[in-house]
């Protein structure tokens, strides 16, 4: 025997799913007041209507829904869970809904330490769906309200936690916050032993990789700043002072956590603990030495270059009328590529000496290693190029000049000769 379907009501639902589809509130509440009383759930998933207007993101409707509910005395409703065991404060975590949170609290405080089948609570997944705002409504009315159970709400059954998920997750901003928020879960480990630190260093991608830098700038860092392996046999410093220096962005002082004396320890800068050790330490002179040798060579270049120029711009290829003066292969194309390329060479020589003069000069204090002189060396660098290989075409180009006057001259007394030989012999 077929079961009767009530058509009346399988329309009013069509109707209100439709409404929520679009987001039209007076659709769906005129459709609500018809379906009343409610039944327990709306989908195969054991979904209510409260959660359906959350999957839908329409935070106003689910609002009045939610008023609505409170107002029919409907609390069952609120802390209905889903066939996954979420409720709608679970739902609502996933997202940024923060004001229908703090209804939800406010209405049905209890649903704030409501686990799901796999036991996380609404914090855990405000955290793992990486939502800042969210997480810090739910982690302020978790430590009003329920801090004696905090690591329930902060871990899941396979003895994961929020720290480990973020970094995971690569919401790395947020997992900074949880650090600092809740230091205890640093040397906590997961189902695997792993600690949060030992799944960064798994993670490539959550670091700079250096081979994205140049050549020049992989060579300061390589022998300019001081590494672990340089430092380490040094007297005068402890091991948790050896930080990393590559990144010399200054930071405010902090107190960080530290996971073997399970304490707080005040830190000091990456930038400032670079500036120590590279006070107290020959790095700094060795540093001086190598780039003053470095200008030294590259400005005695750069003089010889500018020199070489400036000679050629007076000798002019192919030589020059006796009477005007005007250079015999003016019009030939490769005159033309020469004199511009021995210009360019003058004026980027010229140009290197100066940079490198003005590197020579520098008080080569420790400040000035950080932006100043690895940028004059990478100019210095580039012009030293261009010098180069200017003066390079403009040989080249006197090389193919030459023959070419040579010719002509040779033409001409071929030319001469044959003229003069066509001539009658005067008496």
């Keep these: 025997m077929a079961k009767y379907v009530d058509h009346e009501l399988y329309k009013n639902f069509k109707d209100m799913y439709e409404g929520l ?32 207007a959350i999957f839908m993101d329409h935070e106003d409707i689910a609002r009045e829904i939610l008023k609505r509910y409170v107002d029919n005395q409907l609390y069952d409703l609120i802390h209905q869970k889903n066939n996954l ?40 997944k405000a955290a793992y769906n990486g939502q800042h705002d969210m ?11 329920d801090k004696d159970n905090l690591d329930q709400h902060l871990t899941s059954k396979d003895r994961t936690n929020i720290l480990h998920l973020t970094i995971l997750a690569e919401f790395f901003d947020l997992a900074f916050i949880i650090a600092r928020k809740y230091p205890h879960l640093i040397d906590k480990i997961d189902e695997a032993g792993k600690i949060g630190l030992q799944l960064l260093s798994n993670n490539p991608s959550a670091f700079l990789n250096s081979r994205n830098y140049g050549l020049l700038k992989r060579l300061i860092f390589k022998y300019c700043f001081p590494t672990f392996e340089n430092i380490k046999e040094k007297e005068g410093y402890k091991k948790e002072d050896q930080k ?21 320890k005040k830190w000091p800068p990456t930038y400032n603990v670079f500036m120590r050790i590279a006070s107290g330490t020959e790095l700094l002179k060795d540093a001086q030495s190598w780039i003053k ?18 000679v050629a711009a007076y000798t002019i290829p192919g030589g020059s009328d006796k009477k005007t003066g005007v250079p015999i292969l003016l019009h030939n194309f490769f005159f033309t590529v020469f004199a511009v390329m021995d210009v360019l060479s003058l004026i980027s020589s010229l140009i290197l000496v100066v940079l490198f003069l003005s590197i020579l000069t520098s008080p080569f204090e420790l400040q000035d290693f950080r932006n100043s002189l690895p940028r004059k060396l990478t100019f210095g660098f580039t012009f030293l190029f261009i010098s180069v290989a200017v003066t390079m075409l403009a040989f080249a180009a006197t090389i193919i000049l030459y023959p070419l006057y040579h010719a002509f001259m040779e033409t001409m007394n071929y030319t001469w000769i044959t003229i003069k030989k066509s001539l009658p012999a005067l008496p």
């Design 293 to 310: 040798q470095t200008s030294e060579s590259c400005s005695t270049i750069a003089v010889f270059i500018a020199s070489v120029a400036f």
């Design 85 to 124: 065991g979420n409720t709608v404060l679970h739902e609502v975590a996933t997202t940024n809904m923060v004001t229908l949170a703090r209804d939800l609290l406010d209405y049905a405080p209890k649903l704030l330490s409501s686990k799901n089948n796999v036991g996380e609570m609404p914090l855990f």
């Design 135 to 145: 997480f810090d409504v739910l982690s302020l009315a978790v430590n009003l309200t």
């Design 244 to 264: 990393d220096s590559y990144q010399l962005d200054s930071i405010e002082d902090e107190e960080l956590y530290n996971p073997k004396t399970k304490g707080y």
């Design 21 to 52: 589809m679009k987001g039209d509130m007076k659709k769906v509440l005129k459709q609500y007041d018809k379906l009343v009383p409610l039944p327990d759930y709306l989908t195969v998933f054991g979904d209510t209507f409260l959660h359906i």
